[in-house]
């Protein structure tokens, strides 16, 4: 049986679709609906049911996939392991969200670079979690942080770690409100608020999980980064709620303060997302372990 046959076939199993896989091989979808035809053929058994959106394996297809994918993969990672004298190790690309990125993980991730850069090779791609996921499924990205836990086959996620939110203001601003705190949701809403979008994401999820309600203000300012937030409510523009690795310095100086105390915290999830089977690389298996064994001390 022709092997490229079977990694074809493995890929469209793990993507679901004759589309993703083919982005993912570097094929067209042609050539991989072509190849799925002529191992259906040998096997004398159809291995996926055609769907409106995508494709759905059959109990053979099942079958063939649970035997043949490992072994797959472990050809993949001996082909990978293989030096190259004459050129760097393979690269990275790394996406996600860009503060969390830029703060976290990169700082992290270029220790495996070396002295010289050539031990590891990173480039970075920043995006909302819908960008970040289709980047990836598509074959554009190696690694993904997201908040977002994908569903299907195609993508593994694992749990990296969780960011615990704080709702923040400049010592000036609170002025407004009189007294020591804490404060309730009506004080609060005197308040302008700053976010990175006009749907308030952080803030209503805060508002929802520690004062049981929806925020009632609106945008003051609106910007599509948290550092910028944190900028403008440095500068008094208004409350915000950020994580507290990006706000932490700020709280130790004094530039903004902590308006509530809540006994739990909101906190949201980031996971470490990998197209199914690519650990097998050396260079994400890698990589992957790298972040998991650093977000260990960023609790």
Known sequence: MDLALLRTFVAVHRAGSFTRAAALLGLSQPAVTSQIRTLERQLGRPLFLRQARGVTPTTIGD??????????????EIAESVPDEESPSRTLHLAGPPEFTAERALPALTALTGEDGRAYALRASFGTAEEVLEGLAAGHHDLAITTA?????????????DEEHVLVAAPELMKRLGGAGPWDAGELAALPVVEVHE????????????????????????????????????????????????????????????????????????????????????HIARAHDWLLRAAADWG
């Open 63 to 76: 079958e063939l996939a649970h035997k043949a994918a490992p072994h797959l993969d472990a050809l993949v």
């Open 199 to 282: 749907s308030l994401p952080l803030v209503t999820r805060y508002w929802t999980a520690v004062l049981d309600t929806r925020p009632a203000a609106s945008g003051a300012v609106v910007a599509p980064d948290l550092r910028a937030a944190l900028a403008c409510v440095t500068a008094g523009a208004g409350l915000s709620v950020l994580p507290r690795y990006l706000c932490a310095q700020a709280l130790e100086r004094g530039d903004v303060v902590a308006l509530l105390d809540p006994d739990v915290p909101p906190l949201r999830t980031y996971f470490l997302v990998v197209r199914t089977g690519t650990l097998a690389l050396p």
């Open 149 to 161: 836990r994908p569903r299907g086959p195609l993508l593994t996620a694992t749990a990296l770690c």
